[in-house]
């Protein structure tokens, strides 16, 4: 079965400082990776999303990650964050064995406040 | 274009009931899949549905129950409530059978209490 840790439940930053989240998962095979966002009184929105090809993955609003196979690691970055970036923010993975419909199995969440 | 729709947008039920609740996915996709997400923790996988019939299911007992219709839309049923059922009930959609290649769009929720 998969998992997903992401490392702070809480992050409190100050606008402009440099983000980093991390997430981890356990699964031996191969997986598609997701960072979901959710801002307050908002739904669930997708950042970015890996399938294959290059590890490092761009996504909306200036944020990227990159996937380190050998980490098993998908850690979301943003150089200079923005008191709007405050959010809840989901790691999530999929296993494509079994064409991908055992659903997404999501991280705890790690709740971000920014401070302007 | 419109989102994925859910109703009600808030629920409250007392144990020992039965619930229903309703989804409707963006045009086009025909996929919709159920998550249960608890407060403090991430979404958790309930059923995924393609073309009406019943793709995926997560570690979760009978009690729950789901269908989807031809125009795509679907229900989750939850019968003999619990307190620990209170939860935001997640509906998503995508355009195929599986989110190898097309990410699941959410909607916004529905909240259901227990008590």
């Known amino acids: 079965a998969q998992s997903v840790s992401q490392h702070n439940h809480h992050v409190i930053l100050s606008e402009a400082a440099s983000l980093e989240l991390g997430c981890n998962y356990s699964y031996g095979g191969t997986v598609n990776l997701f960072w979901y966002v959710q801002y307050p009184g908002q739904h669930l929105q997708l950042l970015l999303k890996?399938?294959?090809?290059?590890?490092l993955v761009k996504g909306i609003k200036g944020f990227e990650a990159e996937f380190i196979k050998s980490k098993f690691s998908f850690n979301l970055r943003k150089p200079s964050v923005q008191w709007s970036d405050t959010a809840e923010y989901f790691c999530?993975?999929?296993?494509?064995?079994?064409?991908?419909?055992?659903?997404?199995?999501f991280g705890k969440g790690t709740h971000l406040i920014i401070q302007p | 274009d419109a989102g994925v729709t859910q109703s009600p947008t808030h629920l409250i039920k007392t144990r020992g009931q039965q619930v229903t609740l309703r989804c409707s996915p963006i045009?086009?996709?025909?996929?919709v899949s159920w998550y249960q997400q608890v407060l403090g923790q991430g979404p958790q996988f309930i059923f995924q549905?393609?073309?009406?019939?019943?793709?995926g299911r997560g570690n979760f007992p009978d009690r729950f129950s789901a269908r989807q219709f031809p125009n795509y839309s679907s229900e989750l049923n939850v019968n003999a409530l619990l307190l620990g059922d209170s939860a935001l009930y997640l509906c998503?959609?995508?355009?195929?059978?599986?989110?190898?290649?097309?990410?699941?769009?959410f909607g916004n929720g529905t909240r259901l209490t227990v008590t």
């Open positions: 045009s086009g996709h025909k996929s």
């Open positions: 549905y393609y073309e009406k019939e019943e793709r």
């Open positions: 890996y399938f294959s090809g290059d590890p």
């Open positions: 999530a993975v999929n296993a494509k064995s079994g064409g991908g419909a055992d659903g997404l199995t």
């Open positions: 998503a959609s995508n355009p195929w059978s599986t989110v190898n290649n097309s990410p699941l769009h």
